[in-house]
């Protein structure tokens, strides 16, 4: 068995989970770790985990992880450094990373420069995840039972009340009352979120079509009562959900369409929702398909296990971009294989 040479860059809340998998993974030797904070700079990366030291220290210099020439860079910041990324590729170290970045349709520039690297640098890289890319890809697949497809679509519907990161919700407009009930999302001004766009444009493609066009927009949904969630209080009559749509249209006629609903309470809000919760993928053709899917056990924390299942996509995805033709490829170049986690 080949053992890959990894760097984990950052060691956030998905990267921490990458981290915790790559050392479990008997194919794997992490080499260095990358950390932002004085808190985590200098520190061997075990006592980051609460485990026995286990010898590499997390560094902030870029050089030294650089100098270690490892296979890949697992690539977990809050925002992909572009630049960063293409001097990775030149160096012949591939990258796989749970950023902003599915297909590249919605990132033209940074697709063009990061595919110029990698064939400069024969190395491969591969944006994924879990939503934006391991359900989305599912989605597409199930397709592939049917005969005709009209269109398919996808809803995921979670409650996000035990996901303690406030800033980011205030940014998304929660806790504050609604400009608009619904306001239309344009790619053009987004500065995150794209990836989202390009589940459009990959799930086409594994219909065989491409999209002339997409379109957008957001619902939000107030409180009926005031709520306190104990790291947040939202007041009646704020946001405390929304529903993100995104549509991919060929001849003007939606094909596919991803329904992203997030709420803060599960009875407490106009409107109410009624997908359940969980992933729901519905194709239309013949035959008609319906299937739910939900990850965890009942009661667990869903957003726990989901952020768990974001780094799983990526982790698992080292062996094969280390070995794969360089350029950009997408989660749907990878071979249809199960997980090779530790059974106990």
């Known amino acids: ?107 033209p520039v940074e697709r063009a420069a990061l595919d110029a690297a990698a064939q400069q640098g024969r190395s491969t ?78 799930v086409a493609a594994m219909l065989g079509i491409e999209l002339d066009g997409t379109e957008a927009f957001v619902e939000n949904a107030v409180l009926t009562t005031d709520l306190n969630l104990g790291w947040a209080q939202y007041a009646a009559g704020t946001v405390g959900g929304q529903r993100r749509t995104y549509r991919g249209l060929s001849g003007g006629v939606g094909m596919v369409e991803l329904a992203i609903c997030w709420t803060m309470s599960d009875d407490a809000l106009e409107p109410q929702w009624t997908d359940p919760e969980g992933f729901r993928v519905v194709i239309d053709g013949e035959p008609y398909v319906d299937a739910i899917i939900r990850f965890g056990r009942p009661g667990q924390d869903v957003m726990t296990v989901l952020m768990d299942s974001t780094a799983v996509a990526a982790v698992n995805a080292i062996p094969f971009v280390c070995e794969a033709s360089p350029g950009v490829i997408t989660p749907t170049d990878l071979p249809i294989t199960g997980s090779a986690g530790r059974r106990s």
Not at 44 to 49: M, N, P, R, T, V
Not at 148 to 154: E, G, I, T
Not at 172 to 182: D, E, I, N, S
């Open 1 to 107: 068995m080949r053992r890959y040479r990894v760097v984990q860059w950052s060691t956030g809340n998905i990267g921490s989970r990458a981290l915790e998998m790559l050392l479990d993974r008997a194919d794997v030797e992490v080499v260095g770790v990358h950390a932002f904070g004085p808190h985590k700079v200098g520190r061997d990366i075990g006592e980051l985990l609460g485990r026995a030291p286990l010898g590499p220290i997390a560094t902030d210099e870029v050089r030294a992880l650089l100098d270690l020439a490892p296979d890949c860079v697992c690539y977990m910041p809050r925002a992909i450094d572009y630049e960063l990324v293409a001097d990775l590729l030149r160096r012949g170290i591939n990258v796989v990373t749970t950023g902003d970045f599915l297909t590249g349709t919605h990132h």
């Open 125 to 202: 890289f591969l944006g994924t995840g879990f939503e934006p890319g391991f359900i989305n890809v599912l989605a597409g697949f199930l397709t592939g039972a049917c005969r005709q497809v009209r269109n398919v679509k996808l809803v995921e519907t979670l409650d996000c009340s035990t996901y303690p990161v406030h800033d980011a919700w205030r940014v998304l407009g929660f806790g504050k009352p609604p400009r608009q009930r619904v306001s239309s999302i344009d790619p053009a001004r987004q500065r995150y979120g794209l990836g989202y766009f390009e589940t459009l444009d990959m």
